[in-house]
């Protein structure tokens, strides 16, 4: 079956510009979250929905980043006046329950770069 | 002091050799282990998934945890080129809604 979507694939950004990256999660899944890795780092955890609740927002770098799930299932991550510091690859995994027991599965992830 | 620490290698072995990877940790609440493999511009995909202490096998991967001294391992036998690749260990505490803590992840390379 499908499995998590993410677009675009790769973004250029301006500094100072507004960027919107969407991830299609798997359909059913409960939860979605969203990660951001930098250059030869590991993923590092940004925010958490279970359906359209946002759970937890506390690896939000700034309040320059927003996120949604209005209906339970799309998500948007949203970077206004992006930085230089944001160029990253931002990752987004979802699984079909709320317990830690369950699986996480990624996305490939949308390479954000500011110039 | 990050909560996880990896080595990122690179790391480069020959074809059919054994490979250990490993990682250690500061959070006594961390409850499930975890090793992600990612390929150059792909998202990780899980290898291994370990609940709390001991030994997990998959066919030629190997996953140890040691909760005591707060260090996990992931074994590969007979490597092949195609396991080139980052490996990353990843953890979470356990309970709802778990966001999972990554390692650095190590560059493996296995050569012919």
């Known amino acids: 079956g499908a499995g998590v979507s993410q677009s675009p694939r790769y973004k250029v950004a301006k500094r100072g510009q507004d960027v919107a990256l969407r991830c299609d999660p798997i359909?059913?899944?409960?939860?979605l979250f969203w990660y951001q890795q930098a250059l030869g780092q590991g993923p590092e955890f940004l925010t958490y929905?279970?359906?359209?609740?946002?759970?937890?927002k506390s690896g939000l770098p700034s309040d320059r980043f927003f996120a949604e799930r209005p209906e339970g299932s799309v998500s948007t991550l949203k970077i206004q006046r992006t930085q230089q510091e944001d160029s990253a690859v931002y990752l987004c995994?979802?699984?079909?329950?709320?317990?830690?027991?369950?699986?996480?599965?990624f996305g490939p992830g949308t390479r954000l770069t500011v110039t | 002091q990050k909560e996880v620490e990896q080595d990122p290698g690179p790391l480069s072995v020959p074809e059919g050799a054994i490979v250990s990877l490993n990682c250690t940790y500061s959070n006594s609440a961390f409850q499930y282990f975890m090793w992600y493999r990612q390929y150059s511009r792909k998202g990780p995909e899980l290898l291994m998934y370990?609940?709390?202490?001991g030994n997990k096998e998959d066919g030629r991967f190997t996953a140890q945890v040691d909760k005591s001294s707060k260090y996990i391992s992931l074994f590969i036998r007979d490597s092949q080129p195609s396991d080139s690749a980052t490996y990353l260990c990843?953890?979470?505490?356990?309970?709802?809604?778990?966001?999972?803590?990554f390692g650095t992840g190590t560059r493996l390379q296995v050569t012919l």
């Open positions: 370990t609940y709390s202490s």
């Open positions: 359909s059913g899944h409960v939860s």
């Open positions: 990843a953890m979470s505490g356990g309970g709802t809604a778990s966001k999972l803590t």
């Open positions: 995994a979802s699984s079909l329950g709320f317990m830690a027991s369950y699986e996480q599965y």
């Open positions: 929905f279970q359906n359209e609740a946002q759970l937890d």
